[in-house]
């Protein structure tokens, strides 16, 4: 088996040039499958490592990406000039003990993105929550527009059926990950926070701390580049630097860029922005939820930054067909001159930190005020179960009905006493229950039957497990219905 330098430190992987085979230990990961469809992209030879087959690692599969499911030696390939892993991945992972072992050249997946992005234009985009759909908005404005990127995202463009894809211009649109500090080895021109709330306590131990991170990561802005943050990030303002500073709000006119006149258009919104120069009226987003006209304000002010006109960036907006599980519409609001104001809409989300719930059910219930509002919740991680408990019950609060799921573990052990009981006992309503996956199903079938018929009902699944499995037999029972 051939071997390498092993790499720890992520200035030692300065330059990709001459890498004709990379292997991913994890390639099924939303940001690890963006970085293996750049390499395929580039014509080097991309196989990997995931734990369980998904429909995204059957798509990579179908591009021509050899991967296998079983944590074997046998099952690695001899020869690679390099392989990436997420910090996801068990320390004790057998394919990568023996590449490390025989000193392989090994780097994260943040150490690509780094090296990737040395020498390009980067807008990067972080936050604890908002991110992923901020950053595919973005990347889909200057695409549509033709002004061009190389997007690296954090969920599937609806658009496009992918979370990557390049241009000639040398422009990168990068989703900043916050978990594993992996935002702080990159370089942006523009750089957007959309939020600082507590998460990976994990990692960071403390609220503190990982605010700091966020701060660290704006101070890593170039010289003369743009700092841009959602408005009331008072920590993030209060930092001196040598760069540009500007805020987006929803609607509160002490931004640079916000809204205004904002009316509900059949499961989506229309309206203005004012920035700084102009005010772009009657911009028409297709998709739900009152975050996300938020965070197309942010996406505005960046074209706008990039001088893109405002006819491109309407055109865009009215054309954008949102992300796969962000207030994704998977039975939409039936059209109004169908005269179909009651069949039932069914909502997915990928929202698994309390506030992302909060802003999820509010939008629904604004969008939706006299229905019936059923969510069901797969907890993510024994550790933010256990953090936020009271936080999640709160907002689960603000449905009608909340179905909760067992815990979804992914890279931790089980922690005693940690389960969905937790928050069952946090929610402040009567109409709760936690229910294995079949008692759901089982549950949906019966319930179908006796849907509110005079105003109609909404049923949202939210998660970052694998209740995303479960989204289209969901589906199928209500429309059978």
Not at 306 to 326: E, H, M, P, Q, W
Not at 393 to 410: F, K, N
């Amino acid at each position: 088996m051939s071997q390498g330098t092993h790499i720890q430190a992520p200035a030692v992987l300065s330059s990709l040039a001459g890498i004709r085979s990379v292997y991913f230990v994890g390639i099924g990961g939303i940001g690890m499958s963006a970085l293996a469809r750049y390499f395929l992209s580039r014509g080097v030879a991309v196989s990997g490592y995931d734990k369980t087959e998904t429909v995204l690692s059957r798509q990579l599969a179908a591009e021509g990406i050899n991967i296998t499911y079983k944590d074997d030696v046998s099952d690695v390939p001899p020869q690679v000039d390099l392989v990436v892993y997420t910090p996801a991945i068990p320390k004790e992972h057998a394919g990568l003990t023996y590449y490390r072992n025989n000193q392989f050249k090994i780097v994260k997946r943040s150490d690509v993105l780094q090296a990737i992005s040395a020498d390009s234009f980067n807008i990067c985009i972080a936050g604890t929550h908002g991110k992923t759909t901020l950053t595919t908005m973005i990347a889909h404005i200057l695409r549509h527009s033709g002004y061009g990127c190389n997007a690296f995202l954090g969920g599937i463009a609806a658009n496009y059926g992918t979370n990557f894809w390049s241009s000639s211009r040398d422009v990168c649109v990068i989703e900043a990950d916050e978990y594993d500090r992996s935002f702080l080895k990159l370089s942006p021109d523009i750089a957007i926070i959309t939020a600082m709330d507590a998460d990976h306590l994990d990692i960071y131990g403390d609220e503190a701390t990982m605010q700091q991170a966020f701060i660290d990561f704006a101070g890593k802005v170039k010289k003369g580049g743009l700092l841009l943050s959602r408005f009331g990030l008072q920590k993030l303002n209060a930092e001196p630097g040598e760069m540009q500073k500007s805020t987006y709000s929803l609607g509160n006119n002490a931004a640079t860029v916000y809204a205004s006149n904002i009316t509900i258009d059949e499961g989506g919104y229309t309206f203005n922005v004012h920035t700084a120069a102009e005010v772009i009226e009657s911009i028409s987003l297709p998709m739900g939820g009152m975050h996300n006209v938020e965070n197309m304000v942010g996406a505005v002010a960046v074209a706008k930054q990039l001088d893109i006109d405002a006819t491109s960036i309407k055109a865009a907006i009215k054309d954008f067909k949102g992300v796969k599980r962000r207030f994704e519409y998977i039975l939409p609001p039936q059209n109004k001159q169908q005269g179909a104001y009651t069949a039932p809409v069914l909502i997915d989300d990928y929202a698994h930190h309390p506030e992302e719930l909060k802003a999820l059910l509010r939008s629904a219930r604004t969008l939706f005020p006299q229905r019936k509002i059923t969510v069901i919740f797969q907890p993510h991680l024994y550790s933010r179960t256990r953090d936020f408990d009271k936080e999640f019950g709160r907002s689960l609060s603000l449905a009608d009905r909340i179905i909760l799921l067992p815990i979804y573990g992914a890279r931790e052990q089980p922690i005693e006493g940690v389960t969905s009981d937790l928050l069952l006992e946090a929610i402040d309503s009567a109409d709760k229950r936690l229910m294995e996956k079949a008692a759901l199903l089982a549950w949906t079938e019966n319930y179908a039957t006796k849907l509110d018929k005079e105003f109609g009902e909404v049923f949202i699944t939210a998660g970052a497990g694998d209740i995303d499995a479960l989204v289209q037999p969901l589906k199928d029972i209500i429309e059978k219905a």
